[in-house]
């Protein structure tokens, strides 16, 4: 079964250190996903992806937050300047483009900033 | 705006009992109702979901859950649970916008099994 790889698996960075989640969707997926789970709270959407622009973003994903699809696989996540609070579990998710059809999300890359 | 909730914060029982997890949704419209579970470690994997149709969905691993509009509920079950059912079992609603799905969690339950 096709699956939703995301790299790192685990990374601690400095405060005010930028960092980059990389995610590999599923090939025929056109939609792609950033959620973030905070130790111990709910899994919370960030922003989705389409055709190479945001078509949705939460109130999260402010201006330290930014996404791209720099070729034809990947799918990252960038942090500019890390803080404390932004340590959690994120997730990469894909979909189709279609009303029915699954998010399928990735194993998670989990941020320890120190 | 939508919100899930899950009353129950953790659940034990016991290896061949039943199981029943609880969530109530709220949103406006009708909602696309997911159920996903994420054992230690890993990542989430979706037990089923609701768009519409048939009330009773019938999941992977053994997992059925029942959309219920009058009570908001959208309940998982299990006739008979396995100790590699241990795991958080998270609960959402998805609103789509723009094309995209915006899924809106619940904070989760743990299900730990006793042999």
């Known amino acids: 079964e096709p699956e939703v790889t995301q790299t790192p698996s685990h990374q601690v960075t400095q405060m005010g250190q930028e960092v980059i989640l990389r995610c590999v969707p599923i090939?025929?997926?056109?939609?792609f996903y950033w959620y973030r789970q905070i130790l111990g709270q709910k899994v919370e959407f960030l922003v989705s992806?389409?055709?190479?622009?945001?078509?949705?973003k939460s109130e999260i994903f402010d201006d330290q937050f930014s996404v791209e699809r720099p070729d034809g696989s990947n799918f990252t996540l960038k942090i500019r300047s890390t803080k404390l609070e932004d340590s959690a579990m994120y997730f990469c998710a894909s979909s189709r483009p279609s009303i029915g059809n699954t998010i399928y999300f990735g194993e998670g890359s989990w941020l320890t900033v120190v | 705006a939508q919100s899930v909730t899950q009353p129950d914060i953790h659940i034990t029982v016991s290896e061949g009992a039943s199981l029943e997890l609880r969530c109530n949704y709220s949103y406006g419209a009708t909602p696309y109702l997911f159920w996903y579970v994420q054992s230690p470690g890993q990542g989430l994997q979706l037990l089923l979901k609701y768009f519409s149709g048939d009330t009773l969905v019938q999941g992977i691993k053994g997992f059925e859950a029942e959309f219920k509009r009058s009570q908001s509920s959208f309940n998982l079950r299990k006739p008979s649970v396995h100790w590699s059912d241990a795991a958080e079992y998270f609960c959402?609603?998805?609103?789509?916008?723009?094309?995209?799905?915006?899924?809106?969690f619940g904070k989760g339950t743990k299900l730990s099994v006793i042999p």
């Open positions: 090939s025929n997926h056109l939609y």
């Open positions: 992806f389409y055709n190479n622009e945001i078509s949705e």
């Open positions: 959402a609603v998805g609103a789509s916008g723009a094309g995209s799905y915006q899924l809106t």
